[in-house]
């Protein structure tokens, strides 16, 4: 059945309750890379909790979507989404105030707009989610993302829409970060919370049109966190206040990530392509924007 489009951006939650901890901070920490090296003392801070835990500003993507009361939610009643032919659009995360080690949130989400690629064509759900300390009230994040629904087109929306891409410098990059991935890596970034088998299993990944299981998108967007942190904000993770990117084609994990990185005071323009697939690229319109 045909996506309900009115029925879907009336559709939204409020207060949503979650919280996270360190245990949450490492964990995905080690899922988009940090830590290959247990002796690098600079990357030693991400991964372990004695060392003075940092916080990567893109953890805000898997932290828990918790739950709100009954009276306060109304999820989609006529969606017909099909979840399991979703992959990751664009991401833009606005950091409003750095990412604590630990937390308890309150989170409100909601539709800003749906796109109707066509039929067979799939369609695009752009959502905004904001996200404040439970304690405080204070902002901790703003996501907006879009993510694409390759099997729900053709429900008589419009086509064109949804936020201006940053464009890339058109000279060449001030320099190159390689960030590899391990084969498993799909398997450990799930444990952060995306346990799509799209990216584990093979024969699902198959039935889907993919030669073998994927790499998350969000993943992919860590780890070009990763390698600006590393190679642009000297690991201070709070210097990022907003971090976007477009995710133009999938990652197969095992595969070399190559970030290149265009520096104009604190405006860091990015995108990546796979070392292993010469012209390839991932991520696309990438902005970081600095302190």
Known sequence: MPIDYDDMMQSGATSLAAS????????????????RDPMDANELPFVYENA????????????????????RQRMPQKSHINFMMVVD?????????????????????RYLDILDKGEGKGAVLIQERVVREA?????????VSSIFARGDGGFGGKAQGGPVLHEIPGRAPDLV???????????????????NP??????????????????????????????????????????ITQFDVRFSKPVFPGETLAVEIWADGNTISFRASVKERPGTVVLNNGLCLLK
């Open 135 to 143: 304690a405080t009230g204070e902002k901790l994040f703003t996501i």
């Open 20 to 35: 996270y901890d360190e245990k949450d901070v490492m964990l995905y920490a080690l899922g988009v890379g940090f830590g």
């Open 52 to 71: 003075g835990l940092k916080v990567p500003p893109t953890f805000a993507s898997v932290i828990s979507r918790g739950e709100a009361p009954a009276e």
């Open 198 to 239: 799209l990216h584990r299993d093979p024969e699902f990944a198959k039935s889907v049109g993919f030669a073998r299981p994927i790499l998350h998108g969000l993943c992919s967007y860590g780890t070009a966190c990763r390698a600006i942190i590393s190679a642009v904000a000297a690991y201070v993770p709070e210097r």
């Open 177 to 195: 970060k390689k960030c590899d991935t391990r084969p498993d890596q799909a398997l450990l970034y799930a444990l952060s919370g995306d346990r």
């Open 89 to 109: 659009g664009e991401r833009r995360i606005t950091i409003h105030k750095p990412l604590p080690p630990r937390a308890q949130i309150l989170a409100d989400e």
